[in-house]
């Protein structure tokens, strides 16, 4: 129950929720269970980011196996993909709720293999957008992975808040040249 906890806190609100305290009470146990179970925030730390990569990549999967196999205009797959990779949810706020701290677990040698360990099920699940949406030719799903990630951190410097629907529209871009 903490585990999940600590991986809806992270998802939700970032690394600054992923606290003892908040995590005992979102679990709804005796705060000294967290520092008994975990004794240092590291290994807080550590076992949110690994519940929420699984909560991130399990989402990813079904909603790409949930997607009705019809062609999509480059748009609509860009949007299908920034939602699937992000997934159980997003919102305008990505890049500073998840994007953010996803970049800083790479940065993290502890976190760094747990980010790595999650990323073929998030490809696969793109891929599965990709082939159900009518892209099956684009072949380099990592790049269209990366493409997304640097296309939200741009999207986040509009200054309309619009990340979203920029960074949709640069993947579609993206996208385009594959034809």
Same mark, same amino acid.
């Given at each position: 129950a903490? %585990? ?12 600054? +929720? ?7 009470? +979102? %679990? ?20 949110a ?7 991130? %990549?399990?989402?990813?999967q079904e ?41 800083? +677990? ?7 293999p ?17 082939d ?19 296309a939200?951190?741009?999207? %986040? ?23």
């Amino acid at each position: 129950a903490m %585990a999940e906890a600590a991986a809806h806190l992270l998802i939700e609100e970032g690394f600054g +929720a992923v606290t003892h305290r908040q995590v005992a009470r +979102a %679990a709804g146990v005796p705060q000294g269970s967290a520092s008994y179970y975990f004794p240092t925030s590291a290994s807080l730390v550590s076992t949110a980011v690994e519940a929420a990569e699984d909560v991130r %990549a399990t989402a990813a999967q079904e909603r790409a196996d949930a997607l009705s196999r019809e062609p999509r205009s480059s748009a609509a797959t860009a949007r299908e993909l920034i939602e699937t990779l992000y997934a159980p949810h997003v919102d305008d706020t990505v890049v500073d709720v998840r994007l953010d701290p996803m970049l800083t +677990a790479m940065r993290d040698p502890a976190l760094r293999p747990i980010m790595r360990a999650s990323r073929p099920r998030l490809l696969a699940a793109a891929q599965t957008v990709l082939d159900a949406s009518g892209h099956a030719h684009v072949s380099d799903v990592d790049l269209v992975a990366h493409v997304v990630d640097a296309a939200l951190l741009s999207a %986040a410097a509009a200054e309309d808040g619009r990340v979203l629907d920029h960074a949709t529209e640069t993947v579609a871009r993206f996208l385009d040249h594959w034809h």
